[in-house]
């Protein structure tokens, strides 16, 4: 039996795509949570340093819209974390005791971000500003090693370590070897740099939209600017820590890495296939180029790289051509957005200007979409790829499941609370955007002025 039909027989779709659905919406909120602190202080930093009402500006409306997708977040994270326990019993039954230590640490991580935020947000006008700033920072600290938290569960599954199995039953737990296992080390800079590539290229994106329709004021530039800025030093940094984890997916992960790369058989001088779908042992429709994926291994056209038919069919990974083209098309994504990164790069060390043509604008208009796009395939790659293991090497995903009945029923309900999430997510800032752009209109707005008086008080001081 092949590893597709495995998976479509031992009865877990439901489950799978329940938990495949929270984990690809609460992936995005994921990744403003990581990131959109440091974007935010880094533009507020600018304003106090540089008394830039526009920037500070700038600050205090994002930090509003950082509140919104953190509230979202917290709900979907929430659905994630439930679902473990209802949907994959199995795993938490018999590896509970490892496999829950990251989730631990994150909440803690958790519970800091929210104090900081509810700070940070009712600091506005209520703070001395460089006081107020730095009460924001622990926001940048709590993110990252929150993520680092998670990622680290998802990384053990990958890699599992640091604990003695006796009689099926995990004892001898080493904290620090489950939470530092050997796939964290790549796992974890891959997810904070994918993070700020989204949130970078997301936000930036929807100021090119602004520069696009004439907006030309220093509100927009900066809203550009600042988030391309941090998504463009992250997109090279990205590039390096892909290669190097994918070198170390082939030592740890063989049979993953083999269907990101179609090795069918083990051999050297393997073939690097840029697209393509394999069907009965050839390869249709891609591009390939001899021995370079022996050469991106191990540096030489003589390396060994493990093929899928290395293990019997049954533990092979189902749906090669699925893994290899998200691997293929997050990659292509990669090296596009590093490319208009270091074409605005270009233009700032020469000009100190920012691309305004249309060539520029519009890619980097959806630079934002594209990089979500990214994530969702590169956790499309590490999952399904993992299969049919839950735990690598040690529990299948069919032993894993819950054999409780209703699944289907609470996939619909999903379905139905994303749908009114995005609703909100989506509804809430645009409404907000609509009375700032009114706001600036009359000249009305009080954040103008964030760390002065309202404009109520300000005309009751000006003299008769």
Same mark, same amino acid.
């Given at each position: 039996?092949?590893?597709?039909?495995?998976?479509?027989?031992?009865?877990?779709?439901?489950?799978?795509?329940?938990?495949?659905?929270?984990?690809?919406?609460?992936?995005?909120?994921?990744?403003?949570?990581?990131?959109?602190?440091?974007?935010?202080?880094?533009?507020?930093?600018?304003?106090?340093?540089?008394?830039?009402?526009?920037?500070?500006?700038?600050?205090?409306? #994002?930090?509003?819209? !950082?509140?919104?997708?953190?509230?979202?977040?917290?709900?979907?994270?929430?659905?994630?974390?439930?679902?473990?326990?209802?949907?994959?019993?199995?795993? !938490? @039954?018999?590896?509970?005791?490892?496999?829950?230590?990251?989730?631990?640490?994150?909440?803690?991580?958790?519970?800091?971000?929210?104090?900081?935020?509810?700070?940070?947000?009712?600091?506005?006008?209520?703070?001395?500003?460089?006081?107020?700033?730095?009460?924001?920072?622990?926001?940048?600290?709590?993110?990252?090693?929150?993520?680092?938290?998670?990622?680290?569960?998802?990384?053990?599954?990958?890699?599992?370590?640091?604990?003695?199995?006796?009689?099926?039953?995990?004892?001898?737990?080493?904290?620090?070897?489950?939470?530092?296992?050997?796939?964290?080390?790549?796992?974890?800079?891959?997810?904070?740099?994918?993070?700020?590539?989204?949130?970078?290229?997301?936000?930036?994106?929807?100021?090119?939209?602004?520069?696009?329709?004439?907006?030309?004021?220093?509100?927009?530039?900066?809203?550009?600017?600042?988030?391309?800025?941090?998504?463009?030093?992250?997109?090279?940094?990205?590039?390096?820590?892909?290669?190097?984890?994918?070198?170390?997916?082939?030592?740890?992960?063989?049979?993953?890495?083999?269907?990101?790369?179609?090795?069918?058989?083990?051999?050297?001088?393997?073939?690097?296939?840029?697209?393509g779908i394999y069907l009965d042992g050839h390869v249709y429709f891609?591009?390939?180029?001899?021995?370079?994926?022996?050469?991106?291994?191990?540096?030489?056209?003589?390396?060994?790289?493990?093929?899928?038919?290395?293990?019997?069919? @049954?533990?092979?990974?189902? #749906?090669?051509?699925?893994?290899?083209?998200?691997?293929?098309?997050?990659?292509?994504?990669?090296?596009?957005?590093?490319?208009?990164?270091?074409?605005?790069?270009?233009?700032?060390?020469? @000009?100190?200007?920012?691309?305004?043509?249309?060539?520029?604008?519009?890619?980097?208009?959806?630079?934002?979409?594209?990089?979500?796009?990214?994530?969702?395939?590169? #956790?499309?790659?590490?999952?399904?790829?993992?299969?049919?293991?839950?735990?690598?090497?040690?529990?299948?995903?069919?032993?894993?499941?819950?054999?409780?009945?209703?699944?289907?029923?609470?996939?619909?309900?999903?379905?139905?609370?994303?749908?009114?999430?995005?609703?909100?997510?989506?509804?809430?800032?645009?409404?907000?955007?609509?009375?700032?752009?009114?706001?600036?209109?009359?000249?009305?707005?009080?954040?103008?002025?964030?760390?002065?008086?309202?404009?109520?008080?300000?005309?009751?001081?000006?003299?008769?």
């Amino acid at each position: 039996m092949s590893g597709a039909a495995q998976v479509l027989a031992d009865g877990a779709i439901p489950e799978r795509t329940q938990y495949a659905a929270a984990l690809a919406f609460h992936i995005v909120f994921a990744c403003f949570g990581i990131a959109f602190p440091a974007v935010v202080l880094t533009v507020h930093r600018i304003g106090l340093r540089r008394r830039d009402p526009a920037a500070v500006l700038l600050a205090r409306r #994002w930090s509003k819209m !950082m509140a919104v997708i953190f509230a979202v977040g917290a709900v979907s994270g929430m659905v994630l974390s439930f679902g473990l326990g209802l949907l994959w019993p199995g795993l !938490m @039954r018999r590896y509970g005791a490892a496999f829950g230590i990251p989730f631990s640490v994150e909440g803690i991580w958790f519970f800091t971000e929210a104090v900081f935020l509810a700070i940070y947000i009712y600091g506005w006008r209520r703070l001395p500003p460089r006081l107020h700033w730095w009460l924001g920072t622990p926001l940048v600290v709590a993110a990252v090693f929150g993520a680092w938290s998670v990622v680290a569960a998802n990384s053990w599954m990958n890699t599992p370590g640091g604990f003695t199995l006796s009689d099926g039953r995990v004892t001898d737990v080493d904290p620090w070897a489950v939470f530092f296992n050997r796939a964290s080390l790549y796992e974890v800079p891959h997810m904070i740099l994918a993070a700020y590539m989204v949130v970078g290229f997301t936000v930036a994106g929807i100021y090119a939209v602004g520069l696009l329709r004439g907006r030309r004021d220093r509100y927009h530039r900066l809203g550009f600017g600042v988030p391309f800025a941090i998504g463009a030093i992250a997109a090279p940094l990205q590039v390096l820590t892909g290669d190097w984890a994918a070198r170390k997916i082939s030592e740890q992960q063989p049979l993953k890495f083999a269907a990101m790369e179609l090795v069918d058989h083990t051999h050297s001088h393997v073939t690097e296939w840029i697209g393509g779908i394999y069907l009965d042992g050839h390869v249709y429709f891609g591009i390939g180029i001899p021995s370079l994926d022996s050469i991106l291994v191990g540096f030489r056209p003589d390396t060994v790289v493990i093929g899928w038919d290395s293990v019997r069919p @049954r533990l092979r990974p189902p #749906w090669p051509n699925l893994i290899h083209l998200s691997f293929d098309l997050m990659v292509g994504i990669g090296f596009a957005l590093l490319v208009l990164g270091a074409w605005q790069g270009w233009i700032w060390y020469f @000009r100190r200007s920012i691309l305004r043509t249309r060539w520029f604008l519009v890619p980097t208009a959806l630079s934002g979409a594209a990089a979500i796009l990214a994530v969702e395939l590169g #956790w499309i790659v590490t999952e399904v790829g993992r299969q049919p293991w839950v735990v690598y090497g040690y529990l299948l995903t069919e032993d894993a499941d819950t054999t409780a009945g209703g699944v289907l029923a609470t996939l619909i309900a999903i379905f139905v609370i994303y749908a009114v999430l995005t609703a909100v997510v989506i509804g809430v800032p645009w409404t907000m955007s609509r009375r700032w752009r009114r706001a600036d209109a009359r000249q009305e707005d009080e954040e103008q002025t964030p760390y002065g008086p309202p404009p109520a008080e300000r005309a009751e001081r000006v003299p008769a």
